[in-house]
């Protein structure tokens, strides 16, 4: 099946700082997906991508889908503690999801 | 989310034992799932339900079985429990459909499961 390949492992930034965590498919996604999962807790969805060139924004979170719909991005800007946590991106198949490997975000007060 | 609860939240075994984790939800979600989770792996799909007479495997179901008592629930067996089995548990649920709502997953608050 599809798989996404994650990128960066592990994020630490000074508090303020910005931060982007990339999604990368050899083949052509029909959607991608973003979760967030604070520490400890349980994965969360944030947002679904599925048109060629997409970009959607919530609040601090800016989220692009590739124009060849083979990767996909999240940027956070002025990085805050509460961001801390794993993010994951994920492909919607027509039964099931597959997650990618998540990038782990440190913010350093 | 209190609309998925999975009991117990952390459990300690041993080799060989059996195990079960539980997962319910208010949701009133047809489709339903299992997950492992890793350091470093992600979420990996065990098994999944789309209705109580509908069992799939999912990428690592060796080692593991499922049993969909009811549309609400859907428990995970360990038959034989092994360290490498030691991880976080996630159930999730979602809708069936194709509108963006219907592609949200929810998950319960996860399992803990160390096998000594």
């Known amino acids: 099946g599809q798989q996404v390949m994650q990128i960066p492992q592990y994020q630490h930034v000074q508090e303020g700082e910005d931060f982007t965590t990339y999604c990368n498919s050899s083949?052509?996604?029909?959607?991608i997906q973003w979760y967030k999962q604070r520490p400890g807790g349980h994965p969360v969805f944030l947002i679904q991508?599925?048109?060629?060139?997409e970009v959607k924004k919530q609040k601090r979170l800016t989220f692009q889908f590739g124009e060849a719909k083979k990767n996909s991005s999240l940027h956070i800007t002025a990085t805050q503690t509460t961001d801390v946590g794993t993010y994951f991106c994920?492909?919607?198949?027509?039964?099931?999801?597959?997650f990618g490997t998540g990038t782990k975000l440190q913010v350093i007060p | 989310d209190a609309d998925v609860t999975q009991t117990p939240r952390n459990r300690i075994t041993k080799t060989g034992k059996r195990i079960m984790l539980e997962c319910s939800q208010t949701?009133?979600?047809?489709?339903m799932y299992w997950y492992r989770q890793d350091p470093g792996l992600g979420l990996r799909l065990i098994y999944y339900s789309f209705d109580v007479k509908d069992i799939n495997k999912g990428e690592i179901s060796d080692g593991y079985s499922v049993s969909r008592q009811a549309q609400a629930k859907f428990s995970l067996s360990l038959e034989s429990a092994i360290p490498n089995q030691t991880a976080l548990y996630f159930c999730?649920?979602?809708?069936?459909?194709?509108?963006?709502?219907?592609?949200?997953?929810?998950f319960g608050p996860g399992t803990r499961l160390t096998v000594l």
């Open positions: 949701k009133g979600h047809d489709r």
């Open positions: 994920a492909l919607r198949g027509y039964q099931k999801v597959t």
């Open positions: 991508l599925v048109k060629s060139g």
């Open positions: 999730a649920t979602s809708e069936p459909g194709t509108s963006v709502k219907h592609n949200e997953q929810f």
């Open positions: 083949t052509t996604l029909s959607n």
